[in-house]
Nanobody, 122 residues
């Protein structure tokens, strides 16, 4: 089971760190991505990391502010979010990809966890 946590309410300019935990078998050899969905909008790609952690991808809207990392020994992927903006408000989901390489396409992620709410006030 994939479990995202760490969401909450923060003022603009603040920081949060999201965590995504699962069994080692779930993460084994697969990329992991973070996506978000704001009310009335489609789910969108935020960041992804390859199996070995050397490859990462970010949406343009979060580059330079968010950092994705993983600890395979703990079967956990993190999303460090700094300089948060009100437009970052959304439910954030982590997902395990079909492949070990990173992709931005939502269709390449086939195992999704429950989301965690992030609310940024102005």
């Amino acid at each position: 089971q994939l479990q995202a946590s760490g969401g909450g309410m923060v003022q603009a300019g603040g920081s949060l760190r999201l965590s995504c935990g699962a069994s080692a078998r779930t993460f084994s050899n697969n990329a992991v991505g973070w996506f978000r969905q704001a009310p009335g909008k489609e789910r969108e790609f935020v960041a992804a990391i390859g199996w070995r952690g050397g490859s990462t991808l970010y949406a343009d809207s979060v580059k330079g502010r968010f950092t994705i990392s993983r600890d395979n020994a703990k079967s956990t992927v993190y999303l460090q979010m700094n300089s948060l903006k009100p437009e970052d408000t959304a439910v954030y989901y982590c997902a395990v990809g079909r492949y070990s390489v990173v992709t931005t396409s939502i269709s390449t992620y086939n195992y999704w966890g429950q989301g965690t709410q992030v609310t940024v006030s102005s």
